[in-house]
């Protein structure tokens, strides 16, 4: 498996511009994280999904934020509109659901988002 | 908010010294997990310490976990310029959320 595979990886955009960010998990995995690094604030969690299905949501910060999972394989976290101060790396992580004997969390390489 | 809390924030020392990092929490937890981030990078899992395990080894890495303090450490055994990095535990409370805390920055110097 290639692991997990975020685009793009830099992303620059002009304030007011809808950003989107795509992640492909791997395989077989149950759950999918989406989270935000600042210096300022270190790694969030936004949300994620079990199944599919929105779990948790409490880390978005607004309603210009939202994320989707339309199957197994793909989800998007998307900015509408965007402001300089959500420039950070964005990360999408995938894992197998707890409970197993194993839950660790692959990480994609992060999408650099930039808002100027 | 964070669940858990790394000490020190910085660490430097020398190639062949230990490395030790402190992680506490706030909550009761499934399990707890290391991860190391290259600059530049997304992380990488490290060790995984279930909460009913009070140590595990991995090569050069071994971690304790009390949870009864609620807190991990993270020892790094004759350590290597290639270690340098940030590294954060994550918890893991009942429901499979994967919580950060705010990472120690490793520097080994050759």
């Known amino acids: 498996d290639a692991g997990v595979i975020q685009s793009p990886r830099h992303e620059v955009t002009e304030m007011g511009q809808e950003v989107t960010l795509r992640c492909k998990p791997i395989s077989g995995h149950d759950y999918l994280f989406w989270y935000r690094q600042t210096m300022m604030r270190g790694l969030e969690l936004l949300i994620y999904?079990?199944?599919?299905?929105?779990?948790?949501d409490s880390g978005m910060p607004e309603d210009r934020f939202s994320a989707k999972m339309p199957n197994a394989s793909f989800s998007t976290l998307k900015i509408q509109p965007s402001e300089p101060r959500d420039s950070a790396v964005y990360f999408c992580?995938?894992?197998?659901?707890?409970?197993?004997?194993?839950?660790?969390?692959?990480f994609g390489q992060g999408t650099r988002l930039t808002v100027v | 908010s964070q669940q858990g809390e790394e000490d020190p924030q910085a660490l430097s020392i020398q190639e062949g010294e230990n490395a030790t990092m402190n992680c506490s929490y706030k909550?009761?937890?499934?399990?707890l997990q290391w991860y190391r981030q290259n600059s530049g990078r997304g992380l990488v899992h490290l060790i995984l310490?279930?909460?009913?395990?009070r140590e595990k080894h991995s090569g050069r890495l071994r971690v304790t976990l009390d949870t009864s303090k609620k807190s991990s450490s993270l020892l790094i055994t004759a350590s290597r310029a290639a270690d340098t990095a940030s590294y954060f535990c994550?918890?893991?409370?009942?429901?499979?959320?994967?919580?950060f805390g705010q990472g120690t920055e490793l520097s080994v110097k050759p």
């Open positions: 994550a918890t893991v409370p009942q429901g499979g959320k994967l919580i």
């Open positions: 909550t009761s937890i499934n399990n």
């Open positions: 310490i279930r909460s009913n395990e």
């Open positions: 999904f079990n199944n599919n299905v929105p779990i948790d």
């Open positions: 992580a995938s894992s197998l659901a707890p409970g197993g004997m194993n839950t660790e969390a692959f």
